[in-house]
């Protein structure tokens, strides 16, 4: 029997790449323009889960984002792709929070949603990294947090299932392709190969690597970061972007993270939480603009080869070539 | 907490160190010197797995390349990299061994790896660092941050924790383009194996003291490993000369691009549309989802300039572009531009480029 699926896709509110926060050619932010949209990679994770709730219907989407009030709007947005619900975790508590105290806010706000809701998160997506800070590291610090296993930098994902009647056999490695099965038909499902000694409903994940790509078979519950992959993400539902501009948003306070009774594996105690900017590991000392000071030499000539000829004197006589 | 910088080394199916865990030591070696007050730091080499012999014969080439020490954790559940054990082997040690640094180069394994044994520690961690400065006796880490176009300068507030650093390849050492894998790998010698400075830390899950009995920790079973993309685009990290090529230029443009950057000595880059088009694998995408790429020479063909790729190249030292359209943003952020034909000036260029070298 294939399990009932429950997604949380974690997502951040970050300023639209290109627009507002600058100008590459004049190295300067315009911040009038800054415009806060969904950070990019969230969006491949959200790809992902309705790409597994397409397969099995019954997977609830849940979006979760930490941030200011205005982070709400990333959540409808979650909500108009396919989204049932958002949660937001906002407090003026944890403003400054550093991205150790986010991941652990996070994990205990994934537990809060367990509890409210009355379901076990199978798997938590998230984009492998922002367009902001950058850091790629709130995915795998969450996983730890809430003690599950991890892949990261996913390019898609798929559902697994033992066969029927497989038993136990223990963990060992599995290698070569014996493992993965062809999916045929719409509904059938791959399955998971023998010898993982992983049990029921589990997830197929391709994995960007220099190396050559991977593909791991994940059991539940597990954290995914997504990268981007060859597939284009789809386009909100007008009709679900109506009723998710009319919906009321749970939001989640200081108060509602570090007063409930959470506990498990990873998950922090809530004197150790370190929310706000008096407790993050990491101090900001100074962002700077980096300036692109090119002096551009643009050769317009009609024939190609004059036009070479003075580009490779050029880069001859500066010894770049 | 120990005068010691650990750096995490990773190596090929052949047990041989990559050129990115040589070019780690050597950045130790830079730290090391950065941070030094009184007491010098030691630097050790980390090195995780299964196979003793290996293992240790992996840390004599770690020693011969700059490592004072080597310290090798074995156990059965190393055998594959798993960020789930890896990170609870490291963790455990650093937490009894209290060194002042862990450092990690930024390949797929230390992005996987890296934040989640920062969790495990409840350490801070600065990710993708490009250089590291001194200033009023505090050490600052500079990262990009905004897709490349603000330089943050962080600092660690706690001093007695364990702080964990990821290293962007080809970076570090005064303007943030310094090392190349070439220098340190000139660095290392066939020095005499130092066999006392080897420590050896077995390790099994199950002795964690630091978990409630009966939770086992879970690893995702790895089924498979498709083919690599066996091609120059693993090199482009530390490339000198990059030719790359985008919408503008086709199948057939790839074959002029792959031919100047074998005159060149150079890798093959190229944008988001090309490896969406799939006329070249993903290991060759520069740009905000691929690489960050840093040559000496960055020559572009059909490459409009979008933001999400010039992120990728901006800190190149020298960008050629060849664009047939003379507004394409891509000049905006060049030294040198030609306005035409891709499948015109390639030629013309390679050819001049053989005749000047006679």
Not at chain 2, 91 to 111: C, Q, S, V
Not at chain 2, 249 to 259: D, H
Request: hydrophobic share 40%.
């Amino acid at each position: 029997m294939l399990q009932l699926m429950n997604i949380i896709v974690c997502v951040k509110q970050t300023p639209e790449a290109g627009r507002g926060e600058m100008n590459p050619a004049a190295g300067t932010v315009d911040r009038t323009s800054q415009k806060q949209l969904i950070n990019p990679f969230d969006l491949y994770a959200m790809e992902a889960a309705l790409r597994v709730q397409e397969k099995a219907p019954d997977t609830r989407i849940i979006a979760l984002s930490m941030g200011p009030a205005s982070a709400a709007s990333v959540l409808r947005d979650c909500i108009g792709l396919g989204a049932e619900n958002g949660y937001l975790v906002c407090d003026p508590a944890f403003a400054g929070t550093d991205v150790r105290g986010t991941a652990q806010i996070l994990a205990r706000a994934v537990r809060v949603i367990e509890k409210r809701e009355g379901i076990r998160a199978d798997a938590v997506f998230c984009g492998a990294k922002t367009v902001d800070g950058g850091t790629s590291m709130l995915g795998p610090e969450l996983a730890q947090f809430l003690g599950v296993p991890q892949v990261t930098y996913a390019l898609h994902c798929s559902l697994m299932q033992t066969p029927e009647g497989q038993e136990e056999t223990g963990q060992q490695e599995v290698t070569g392709r014996t493992g993965l099965q062809e999916v045929s038909g719409e509904t059938s499902l791959k399955e998971v190969p023998a010898g993982t000694g992983i049990q029921g409903t589990a997830l197929c994940v391709e994995k960007e690597d220099d190396r050559g790509n991977r593909i791991y078979c994940l059991p539940l519950p597990c954290l995914v970061t997504f990268t981007k992959a060859s597939f284009q993400v789809r386009y909100p539902l007008i009709a679900r972007i109506l009723e998710a501009e009319s919906m009321e948003l749970p939001v989640l306070s200081a108060g509602d993270i570090l007063a409930e009774n959470l506990t498990g594996h990873g998950i922090s105690e809530e004197n150790s939480v370190k929310a706000g900017p008096d407790k993050a590991a990491m101090q900001v000392q100074e962002v700077e603009l980096r300036k692109m000071d090119k002096q551009s030499q643009i050769i317009e000539d009609p024939d190609p080869v004059k036009a070479v000829t003075v580009l490779a004197q050029r880069l001859f006589s500066e010894g770049i070539l | 907490m120990k005068k010691e910088i650990w750096a995490y080394l990773e190596t090929d199916s052949r047990g041989e160190l990559l050129s990115s865990s040589k070019e780690l030591l050597a950045k130790a070696g830079i730290i090391a010197a950065t941070a030094e007050e009184e007491e010098k730091y030691l630097i050790c080499a980390l090195l995780a797995g299964a196979e003793h012999d290996v293992l240790e014969n992996t840390a004599e080439k770690a020693l011969g390349a700059g490592a004072d020490k080597a310290v090798l954790i074995e156990g059965d559940e190393l055998a594959v990299y798993s960020a789930e054990f890896y990170s609870d082997a490291i963790g455990r040690l650093a937490g009894t061994e209290k060194p002042k640094m862990i450092l990690f180069e930024r390949t797929t394994d230390g992005m996987d790896l890296a934040p989640r044994l920062a969790a495990r520690l409840q350490a801070g961690m600065i990710s993708d660092c490009v250089d590291l400065v001194r200033e009023g006796g505090k050490l600052l880490w500079i990262r990009h941050a905004f897709g490349g176009t603000a330089a943050v300068s962080v600092s660690f507030r706690e001093q007695e924790r364990t702080q964990i650093i990821s290293i962007r390849p080809g970076s570090f050492g005064g303007s943030g383009r310094g090392i190349k894998a070439a220098e340190p790998a000139g660095m290392v010698q066939d020095a005499p194996g130092k066999k006392g400075a080897i420590t050896i830390k077995p390790y099994k899950s199950a002795d964690s003291g630091s978990r409630a009995a009966g939770e086992k920790i879970v690893r995702p079973a790895l089924l498979e490993v498709l083919e690599a993309a066996a091609d120059r685009g693993a090199d482009l990290g530390t490339a000198n000369v990059i030719v790359a090529g985008g919408n503008g230029a086709g199948p057939e443009g790839f074959k002029l691009i792959e031919e100047l950057a074998d005159l060149l000595h150079g890798a093959v880059g190229a944008s988001r549309v090309a490896v969406d088009k799939g006329w070249i694998s993903h290991a060759h995408l520069i740009g905000q989802s691929g690489i960050t790429v840093t040559p000496d020479l960055y020559i572009n063909c059909g490459i409009s300039g979008s933001v999400q790729h010039i992120v990728g190249m901006r800190d190149a030292k020298c960008v050629v572009s060849i664009n047939k359209d003379p507004k394409a943003l891509i000049f905006n952020v060049s030294d040198y531009g030609i306005v035409g034909n891709l499948h015109k000036i390639l030629p013309a260029l390679i050819a001049e480029i053989r005749r000047h070298r006679g």
